[in-house]
């Protein structure tokens, strides 16, 4: 494989680990293994599993940025955009996962060494700023109509 195939499966197989049993509990010997490669070679593209877990983050946030960013091309009125926003969480479950990526490091969050501690706040800041814009355009459209800021709009 080459170092970009290597990386790009790397990352994939972090991503299936950490959806089905979560970040604390497999090792780099698993990843390694179910990637086949040395488990001396993973701190090569990743040094520290807080690392990996950055990368995923970081892989998480393109992609998510790039559905809402087509969700915000392609769909029309907010009550439209705001169904394919939900259905973002809902492909996670459909896929068999428990939750999405972030909302999986979040949930062991407390439980991680501060070290290998991957932050995905910022991915949850991305989703909340294209939410809160929806609502926003929403309501100055009238085609949603609530009292509260768009922010602070309780679930609904």
Known sequence: MTRMETVAATLDVAQELLLTRGFNV??????????????????????TKG?????????????VAQALDDIDGQARGAKTKLKRL??????S??????MCLC????????TLDPGSRPD??????????RLTRVLTRAKEEGEL??????RDVPDF
């Open 26 to 47: 497999f090792s780099i010997k698993d990843l390694a293994e179910r990637v086949h490669i040395r488990t001396s070679t993973v701190p090569y593209y990743f040094p």
């Open 120 to 129: 995905p706040c910022e991915s949850f800041n991305d989703y909340e700023i």
């Open 103 to 110: 909302g999986m490091l979040a949930a062991e969050c407390s």
């Open 145 to 150: 109509s609530f009292a509260d800021k768009p």
């Open 86 to 91: 939900a259905t973002l969480f809902e492909n």
């Open 51 to 63: 690392d990996l877990g950055g990368a995923l983050v970081a892989r998480q946030r393109r992609v």
């Open 93 to 98: 479950l459909d896929a068999g996962y428990r």
